[in-house]
């Protein structure tokens, strides 16, 4: 199959504990989009740092994803798999985007309001200004896709916000230095699938998230088959049979979670897994969504454990990957700092 030429973006932070939501939600698509894209998939690692990690947790984090990335079936001969801090263009980017983004709209950013919480004051900048960070992410490689899911969806509006202001506030040094019209593309997000919201097991109404005190209320990535089945068989549903319709999951928002996990995972529609299951008790939907899920992700576990006991491997392809996407960076860099008016060697 050929690829197009345009580019696709995307990153997991290293916090621990990746989860279904993070392979239904990106990486399993990242590896859809490799065959038809030059794509650069980041272990966003700085982003990881606007809350506190522990050092040596947050080195094993990274291999983590790296390790999921690959077990996944992301191919690092075609693409490029690197971790952000080993390419400074992301920090100096982001801080030229600090000064092109406005206060009030980093204001309106619903993510920082719900991480900060009531501690709004106690939070770091690096978590205030996180979304001019991953607008720095993407437009580095100018990139023409990210996938994300909806949660990232308002970030991805700001990331085009502040390329057309860019690209406006420095509109004639641009043409000058034979740009055309923008330097930086109006990136599009890629927002599709049955599973881009994965919700907790425990609570159709919260995102499945790492930070739940509950484990049940997720499946992790590195969980064995008796572990997949034991939190599939304990997942919170209703009491009704699953609906003759799609309509039919309104309101029933723990019944529609494990639908959309069992599509995701089935690659097909929700309205196809209704249209099987159609009238039957999650007694009998719920095994087939273990047999389906130990399927499907046991391999990846196993493939996982086994890079994971070869962490200087790991290193090697972060090493190579961060090599070549310097290359794209740096080039980036130079024509930005031109074009903003830095004197440079």
Not at 186 to 197: H, M, S
Request: with cysteine.
């Amino acid at each position: 199959m050929n690829k197009s030429n345009d580019r696709v973006f995307s990153g997991v932070q290293p916090t621990g504990n990746l989860h279904l939501g993070n392979y239904l939600g990106a990486i399993k698509r990242f590896v859809t989009l490799q065959d038809t894209h030059d794509c650069i998939y980041c272990v966003v690692d700085l982003h990881a740092i606007t809350q506190w990690q522990d050092p040596a947790e947050l080195k094993n984090n990274t291999r983590e994803v790296t390790a999921a990335y690959l077990a996944c079936g992301i191919d690092p001969a075609k693409n490029i798999i690197f971790n952000q801090s080993q390419v400074s263009g992301h920090a100096e980017l982001a801080w030229i985007f600090n000064c092109v983004a406005r206060m009030g709209w980093l204001n309106l950013m619903t993510q920082f309001k719900d991480k900060a919480g009531k501690n709004r004051e106690n939070a770091s900048v690096g978590l205030f200004c996180y979304p001019n960070l991953m607008a720095a992410d993407i437009l580095l490689y100018r990139a023409d896709f990210v996938p994300v899911g909806e949660d990232q969806k308002q970030h991805m509006e700001l990331t085009r916000d502040i390329a057309t202001k860019f690209n406006h506030d420095f509109g004639d040094r641009i043409k000058e230095l034979g740009h055309g019209d923008g330097y930086f593309p109006i990136t599009d997000p890629l927002i599709e699938g049955p599973a881009t919201r994965v919700m907790s097991l425990r609570d159709g109404s919260k995102k499945m998230s790492k930070s739940d005190p509950s484990d049940l209320s997720r499946i992790r990535m590195t969980d064995d088959a008796d572990a997949i089945a034991k939190k599939i068989r304990k997942a919170k549903t209703d009491s009704d049979p699953l609906p003759e319709t799609l309509e039919g999951l309104a309101g029933r928002s723990e019944a529609e979670n494990l639908v959309g996990i069992y599509a995701a995972l089935a690659d097909t529609t929700k309205e196809a897994v209704i249209s099987e299951y159609a009238g039957q008790p999650f007694s009998v939907f719920k095994p087939a969504l273990v047999e389906l899920a130990v399927e499907k992700l046991s391999p990846i576990n196993d493939e996982m454990r086994r890079l994971m006991a070869d962490p200087a491997g790991v290193d090697k392809v972060l090493a190579e990957g961060s090599e070549r996407a310097r290359e794209i960076a740096d080039k980036t860099i130079r024509e930005v700092k031109d074009i903003v008016g830095f004197l440079q060697a």
